[in-house]
């Protein structure tokens, strides 16, 4: 009987085939993305958990879940980095208590949304990025999704983006990423830090 060593050497032919066989078919088998274990409904806010997030619409109005990270439904090649995110201009702002400031924010299309932050650099006509219910951003080591909120006993439908958040160089995890005039309520986020000049 041939001495079989942890690398395989001495094992029958047969034996070294199948162990090669079944380390390709291994390699080969492609990685099935992870279901999301919950998602809330951009258009009425239904909040989508345990077997539920496996639904292909809505249960309550039937629009379509968000698009994971990575997906490119219109076809331009950028991958859905920004689902869910806008340009906004604060319209209103209310200092509560402690940091915390209720913003009513203009994201286009006519719509305010109430958002509750604690950015100390906004200010009432600041440019910003929110990330609207239902988008998904990276926040304590993990993929999170905003939800409606109540903050400071103020309604909330949104956050109010920092640099690390939109995955740009420079800037606080605590401060608001600032946009300048160039940029319009509801266009979508540029893909790195744009100059405040522009």
């Known amino acids: 009987e041939p001495f079989a060593s942890p690398s395989g050497a001495g094992m029958p032919r047969k034996d070294k085939a199948a162990k090669g066989k079944k380390a390709k078919a291994a390699e080969e088998e492609p990685a099935t993305p992870a279901e999301p274990s919950s998602w809330t409904c951009a258009e009425c806010l239904y909040e989508h958990e345990g077997d539920e997030a ?3 619409e809505c249960l309550a109005c039937g629009a379509a879940p968000p698009q994971a990270e990575g997906d490119d439904a219109d076809g331009d090649g950028e991958g859905d980095q920004f689902a869910g995110y806008k340009v906004g201009v ?4 209310e200092e509560l208590s402690g940091k915390l400031k209720a913003l009513a924010v203009d994201v286009g299309g006519g719509e305010q949304l109430p958002v509750v932050t604690n950015a100390p650099n906004v200010v009432e006509g600041s440019r910003v990025v929110i990330a609207t219910v239902g988008a998904r951003f990276m926040g304590k080591g993990e993929e999170m ?3 409606k909120a109540s903050k400071g006993g103020k309604p909330s439908q949104g956050v109010v983006c920092s640099s690390t958040m939109l995955g740009w160089s420079g800037g606080g995890v605590a401060t608001a990423a600032l946009l300048p005039e160039s940029f319009a309520p509801g266009d979508k986020p540029p893909e790195k830090r744009p100059r405040m000049d522009q």
């Open 54 to 56: 496996a639904e292909a």
């Open 90 to 93: 604060v319209t209103e702002l």
């Open 145 to 147: 999704v905003v939800k």
